[in-house]
Every structure is written in C-alpha cells, then in structure tokens.
C-alpha cells in the first residue's frame, strides 16, 4: 500500500472564525477524501505554539522539533545548496524588506511581495561577500524565491553562536523555535545576545553592522532606483530570524518508520528538511502564479516518485500569503485551486482502495490574524479497509467530530497512520 500525504500550506483558521476558509470554499474533492476518512484535529507542535512552517514540516513527518530542531537558518541553507562552518558560521532565514532609511521602521515585511526572484539575486549579490569590521567576521547572502533569501554570518577565525534574537520583530525566538507574535513594533530590530557568552555577543555585533551596512547599500542598489520608477517598494532591508549553527542529528525517515519517501516542495526549507531526511526530493519547476500548470507539475511529480517510493510527501502552497494579508475570499480562492487543479486530478488518477491517503496543513494562517496562530489544524486520513467516520467535509469544524479526536503533537500522526496501515495489510 503507498501512501500520499497532501499538506496544505496555511489553509486552516481559528475555531472562533465563521465562516473559516475552508468553510467557504467549494472543496467537492478535498470533501470527498474525508467523507472516505477518519478524521480529527491536530496540533503541529503543541497547544499554545504558533508555529513557523519549518518547524511544522519536521513534526508533520515524524520528528519531535523540541528534540531535533537546531533552527531554521541551517535548513534554509541546505535547500538552497549551502553548507555551513559548525562553530564559526550562523545561518539564518531572511526577507528582503521595505524600511524607512532613517528611523528603520518597517513598511513591509515583503517588499510589497513583488520582488522578482531574478531583482532579488541581483540584490544579494551586492550584500554576498561583505567584509565586517571585527573578529575576521564576513558574510554570505544567497536570494532563494521570491523576497527570500539566506545569509550567513562567519568569522574565520573566531567562534560565534546562533544563540541571538531575531531582527524580524514579528517572530519571537523561543528555544530553538521561532514563534508568531500576535502583535509587535514594526520596525527592524537589534540583534541581542540571548546567552551571556562571547561567542553570542560577538554574532550580535557582526549581524547589526551587517544589517546597518545591508541598509546602506540596497537603497542606492540599481534595482530599488529602478522598483522607484515603476512605482514599487524597494526592497532596501534584510529582516534576519530563526538562527542556527548546525544542521539537527537524526535518523533518516526510512530508518525511522520503515518507509521510503520521496518529497514534492518547492521552498528551500522544506527541500533541506526532505535531504536532511534522506528523502528523495523531485525536481519542480518554481511557481509560476498559474495554478493549473503549478499544481499539475506538482502532480506528475508526486505520481512518478510513487513508482520508486513508498510513500511522498506533497507540500502546497497558495493558501498561506492571503491569509497573511488578511483577505479572507482570497485565501477560500487559493483552497479551491487545490481542490481543482490538485485533489481533483489525483483522484482520477488513483484508486481509493489502493492508496492511503492523508490530508492536512503545517499550521492555522487566519485572515481575522494576518499570523500564523496556535489554532488545530484538521486532519483526514484515509487507509483502504478502515471504516470512515461520519465526517462529510474537509473544514475545522466537521473535522472536530471525527474519530481521530485530537491529536496534540503532529509527530503523533505518522505512526498512527503506519499502524492503520499495518493492521490492513
């Protein structure tokens, strides 16, 4: 039996929302796989974490972020192709960003979310091999997709640590784990030390001249003065979080549940979570804002990898950035593109009583929040030979009544579903 696992990119919202996303989309496929499931709600992380989607990844297929996650910075650098220093560099996630020059208040996170992925390399080749002032400090900046990018902050010669804040002040930097804040000062902020060590005091240093000097340049960068004319925010900040100074130790996917897995994910993060794991990750063209050909390609990719794997691990996006924006009609748009252009083609293509089949989402992005909050998430899992439950449709709300209950952890989830699986063989 092989195994689909759909995770929907921020598609779920807040109990308290009515109607949610999921309530007011027309979701006649996504409906279909849970009236043929058992059905639940489930916290990624745990009750009370509002988690980022790195964090969410790792504990959706199996392992639990408390225990492996050294941060999201290295994670983001293995997906773009980068290895870093243990010791001596620290990886962060970063977001070219929109600034007031002088006051460094924050216009927008994104840089209005139309920064082009090709403006954006042009951008980071400018900061990329920037020299700092102390402790033989450099720094290493590659544009991902989009406003996304990762920097690393080096010394060659001196020991730094990835225990600093973050400068995104809409991330909160707990443990490891980067959280939401529900609400916060927008303005970029200093990098702080958060133990009271040299080598933390010294990467605090080197980040703030860093993102002093990112200021400096991308503001008289070609590429702003050109974003200027059209009419467009300059991307003239980078907003640096989730540091970390290695990549987490652990037992790869196959060894752990005794299935091999291939992954369809287009970010680099997710990508470094599926390497890390040892799962083998398909090539997929970067989205394009055509939907059809992006979610088809999605799918070709998934189908292929089922005829060498056990199981694939399908990640989507489209539901997540509207519910960042607060816009409640467009987020239920982007859940019914799934459901056309994803769900209703796999459907066509597999037999129900051949495959088994899970339906969720890493995290609650709620356009009442414009966040990632700590909402439950709704679960759908289908295995052939396992009686359903009497839930008819993919939403919070019905997903609450299922048999699945609540599941507090999502690294709970996996080996719940191995065993179903199991008991049917």
């Known amino acids: 039996m092989k195994l689909i696992y759909l995770v929907i990119d921020g598609a779920a919202d807040s109990l308290s929302d009515k109607p949610t996303s999921l309530e007011l989309a027309n979701t006649p496929h996504l409906d279909a796989i849970a009236s043929a499931s058992?059905?639940?709600?489930?916290?990624?992380?745990?009750?009370?974490?509002?988690?980022?989607?790195?964090?969410?990844?790792?504990?959706l297929l199996s392992y639990d972020p408390h225990r492996y996650y050294t941060g999201?910075?290295?994670?983001?650098?293995?997906?773009?192709?980068?290895?870093?220093?243990?010791?001596?560099?620290?990886?962060?996630?970063?977001?070219?960003?929109?600034?007031?020059?002088?006051?460094?208040?924050?216009?927008?996170?994104?840089?209005?979310?139309?920064?082009?992925?090709?403006?954006?390399?042009?951008?980071?080749?400018?900061?990329?091999?920037?020299?700092?002032?102390?402790?033989?400090?450099?720094?290493?900046?590659?544009?991902?997709?989009?406003?996304?990018?990762?920097?690393?902050?080096?010394?060659?010669?001196?020991?730094?640590?990835?225990?600093?804040?973050?400068?995104?002040?809409?991330?909160?930097?707990?443990?490891?784990?980067?959280?939401?804040?529900?609400?916060?000062e927008k303005k970029l902020m200093p990098c702080k030390p958060l133990s009271d060590t040299p080598e933390a005091r010294r990467t605090a240093e080197l980040v703030n001249e860093f993102t002093r000097r990112a200021v400096e340049i991308l503001s008289r960068h070609p590429v702003n003065k050109e974003r200027v004319k059209r009419g467009l925010l300059k991307a003239n900040a980078i907003l640096l979080r989730d540091s970390g100074g290695s990549l987490p130790r652990v037992k790869p996917i196959a060894e752990k549940l005794g299935l091999k897995f291939g992954a369809v994910v287009e970010m680099p993060v997710e990508k470094g979570i599926a390497r890390l794991l040892g799962m083998e990750v398909a090539e997929v063209p970067p989205p394009t804002g055509d939907k059809a050909r992006d979610y088809r390609d999605r799918l070709e990719a998934a189908l292929s990898l089922l005829e060498r794997v056990d199981a694939v691990y399908v990640h989507l996006k489209g539901p997540d950035e509207p519910g960042h924006d607060g816009l409640l009609e467009e987020k239920a748009k982007a859940i019914e593109d799934v459901d056309s252009h994803f769900v209703k083609l796999l459907l066509n293509r597999i037999n129900l009583n051949e495959y088994a089949i899970i339906v969720t989402s890493d995290h609650a992005t709620p356009p009442s929040a414009k966040a990632h909050t700590d909402d439950p998430v709704p679960v759908a899992v289908h295995v052939p030979g396992v009686e359903p439950d009497d839930v008819q449709k993919f939403t919070e709300r019905e997903c609450a009544k299922g048999r699945l209950g609540i599941i507090e952890h999502g690294w709970e989830l996996l080996p719940r579903v191995k065993d179903l699986m199991s008991m049917t063989a």
């Open 72 to 184: 999201r910075g290295p994670l983001e650098a293995l997906g773009a192709g980068l290895s870093i220093r243990e010791g001596y560099e620290v990886a962060f996630r970063a977001n070219f960003a929109t600034v007031n020059e002088s006051t460094l208040e924050i216009i927008d996170r994104r840089a209005g979310r139309r920064l082009e992925s090709e403006e954006a390399h042009r951008l980071a080749a400018a900061l990329d091999g920037m020299k700092l002032s102390a402790y033989d400090g450099y720094v290493r900046v590659k544009a991902t997709i989009g406003h996304r990018a990762v920097v690393i902050i080096g010394s060659k010669t001196y020991k730094l640590s990835d225990e600093v804040d973050n400068t995104d002040p809409a991330y909160a930097k707990v443990g490891k784990i980067s959280v939401a804040r529900p609400s916060y």
């Open 38 to 59: 058992l059905c639940g709600l489930m916290y990624t992380i745990g009750r009370g974490v509002a988690p980022e989607s790195d964090a969410a990844v790792l504990a």
